[in-house]
C-alpha cells in the first residue's frame, strides 16, 4: 500500500497545478508589460484579454504552467533566465495553448487510466500473495507502477507537444517571430545536458526533450513571414528595465551589486542597486540610485513611484506624496494608487483622509483582488469614524485571504450599520451569505 500511495502522490504531483503557495509578485511596471506582451497572442488565441492574465509568480526556477481557468503563471527565474522580451512571449504563447486546449480540465484523462491500471496491478499482486507467490505479487505491482506512470507521461508529452504547436500558431498569427521560441527551448536543452536528460530519456519525462520540440516547430515558425520580423524595440527596452528591477529585489543584494556594479551607470544598474540597496537598508545609497534614475527621465511613473515607495518605508510619507502623486495620476495603476493612499495615511494628517480615501477606493474599483488596498481603505475608514464601512473593507480583504470567520463576522457587522439596500449593503450581504455558505459547507465535509 505504502508503493500505491508512492506512485499516487506522483501522479497527482504530475497534474499541473496552482503554486498557491509561492508568493504572487506585484508590481505595476511588470504587470503592465505581461499585459502588452500577452495581448496579441491572446487575441490570436481566440481568447479576450480582459479575460485572460499573466501573473508573476516569486520562484526562481524556470517554469510556467495554468492550472484552470484562463490565467498563466510564469515563474520569476522564467523571466531572469530569459534574454529578450520575445523569449517570454514564446513561454506564454506555449502557455495559451494550454488554456485554449482546456488542458488542465482534461488532466484526469490521463490520471485516470494511470490510476485505473496501478489499482488493476495491485489486485492482481494481492492476487498472488494469497496463492503463495510473494516474488509474484511484488512484481506485478512493480510492473503496474512502472505502466501507469508510463502512461500518465505519455498522456502528459502528448499535451505539451499540443501545446508547443497552438504556440507556435499563435505566434504566426499575432505576427510575433518566433525566434524567442526556439532561442529559449535550447536553453532548456543546455539545461537538460547539464542534468544528463538525452532523447533516451524521453519516455521518463512529462514533456518532450526540448531538441525534439525545437525539431518539430522550427519548420512552422521560419517559414511564416512573421519570422523575419524585427523584435518590438519598446517591449525589449521596457523588459531590460524590468529585469533589472526583478534582479534587485528577488537577488541578494551581492548578487545584485555584482551583476550591475557602481560603475555601471546605465538606467537599468540604477534600478537594480536602487532594489538592492533599499533592501538591505541602505536608505541614502538608494534614494542616490532613484535620483539619478528621475534626472534622466523625471516624470517616468514608475521611476516617480520607486523614490516614493523608498521614501514612505523609509519613514517620509510626507516626502513620497510629490513622486507618488504624480505616478498615480500618470498611470492610474492600482498598486501605484494603493502606495499613494498608504502614503497619505502614514502621514498622520487628518487633511490627506478625503484624498486616500478617494485614491483607495479608485484602487480596489480598478483591483478588487488587492488585500492590502483593502485594508488600508478600512483603515481610513476607521480613522474618519465610519466603521460600517471599516467592517465591510475587513470582510473584502478577509475573503481575499482566505478567512473566512473574519469576512462572515465583519460582513455581518457592517450590514448592521449600513444604509439598507445601498450598494455598499448589498455587497456586505452578499459575503454574508457567501462566506456563510462556504463555512457550512467546510463543516459539512468535517
Avoid at 513561454?91 to 482534461?106: C, K, N, R, T, Y
Avoid at 500618470?330 to 490627506?352: D, M, R, S, V, Y
Wanted: net charge neutral; aromatic share 6%.
Amino acid at each position: 500500500m505504502k508503493k500505491l500511495a508512492a506512485v499516487l502522490m506522483l501522479l497527482l504531483a504530475l497534474v499541473p497545478q496552482a503554486a498557491l503557495a509561492q508568493s504572487i509578485l506585484r508590481d505595476a511596471e511588470t504587470e503592465a508589460l505581461l499585459a502588452d506582451m500577452s495581448r496579441p497572442l491572446i487575441v490570436a488565441a481566440g481568447l479576450n484579454p480582459k479575460d485572460v492574465q499573466v501573473v508573476l509568480v516569486g520562484d526562481s526556477s524556470i517554469n510556467a504552467f495554468v492550472a484552470g481557468g484562463q490565467i498563466v503563471f510564469v515563474n520569476s527565474g522564467t523571466l531572469q533566465a530569459a534574454d529578450s522580451a520575445n523569449e517570454v512571449q514564446g513561454v506564454i504563447a506555449h502557455e495559451l495553448g494550454h488554456v485554449v486546449g482546456g488542458h488542465v480540465p482534461l488532466a484526469d484523462r490521463g490520471y485516470k487510466p494511470a490510476l485505473g491500471i496501478q489499482i488493476l496491478s495491485l489486485l492482481i499482486g494481492i492476487a498472488a500473495a494469497a496463492a503463495g507467490s510473494g516474488e509474484g505479487a511484488a512484481g506485478a505491482i512493480a510492473a503496474g507502477q512502472q505502466a501507469a506512470l508510463g502512461k500518465y507521461l505519455a498522456f502528459s508529452r502528448d499535451q505539451e507537444a499540443s501545446a508547443d504547436a497552438a504556440g507556435a500558431r499563435f505566434l504566426n498569427g499575432a505576427g510575433i517571430t518566433g525566434k524567442g521560441y526556439l532561442s529559449f527551448f535550447t536553453k532548456l536543452t543546455a539545461l537538460e545536458y547539464r542534468y544528463g536528460i538525452s532523447r533516451k530519456d524521453s519516455f521518463l519525462l512529462d514533456h518532450p526533450v526540448s531538441s525534439d520540440r525545437i525539431a518539430n516547430l522550427t519548420d512552422t515558425l521560419k517559414t511564416n513571414p512573421a519570422w523575419g520580423k524585427p523584435l518590438d524595440g519598446n517591449l525589449e527596452e521596457r523588459f531590460r528595465r524590468v529585469k533589472a528591477k526583478l534582479a534587485g529585489y528577488a537577488d541578494d543584494a551581492e548578487v545584485t551589486l555584482r551583476k550591475y556594479p557602481p560603475t555601471d551607470q546605465s538606467l537599468y544598474a540604477h534600478y537594480a542597486r536602487a532594489y538592492a540597496y533599499h533592501k538591505s537598508g541602505y536608505p541614502e545609497k538608494a534614494d542616490e540610485e532613484t535620483q539619478a534614475l528621475i534626472t534622466a527621465a523625471p516624470h517616468d511613473p514608475y521611476f516617480l513611484e520607486i523614490r516614493g515607495q523608498i521614501l514612505l518605508e523609509s519613514g517620509q510619507p510626507l516626502a513620497a506624496l510629490a513622486p507618488l502623486r504624480e505616478a498615480s495620476q500618470a498611470t492610474k495603476a492600482p498598486l501605484i494608487l494603493t502606495t499613494f493612499g498608504h502614503a497619505l495615511i502614514a502621514t498622520e494628517n487628518q487633511a490627506n483622509f478625503a484624498e486616500a480615501e478617494k485614491v483607495l477606493r479608485l484602487a480596489v474599483a480598478r483591483d478588487q483582488d488587492n488585500p492590502f488596498a483593502w485594508y488600508q481603505l478600512g483603515v481610513v475608514y476607521e480613522r474618519k469614524g465610519d466603521t460600517a464601512r471599516a467592517l465591510l473593507a475587513t470582510a473584502e480583504r478577509a475573503t481575499l485571504t482566505g478567512d473566512l470567520r473574519t469576512a462572515a463576522t465583519a460582513a455581518r457587522g457592517a450590514l448592521a450599520g449600513l444604509p439598507p439596500n445601498s450598494t455598499d449593503w448589498i455587497r456586505a450581504q452578499d459575503i454574508a451569505l457567501t462566506t456563510q455558505n462556504q463555512l457550512q459547507d467546510a463543516k459539512g465535509q468535517r
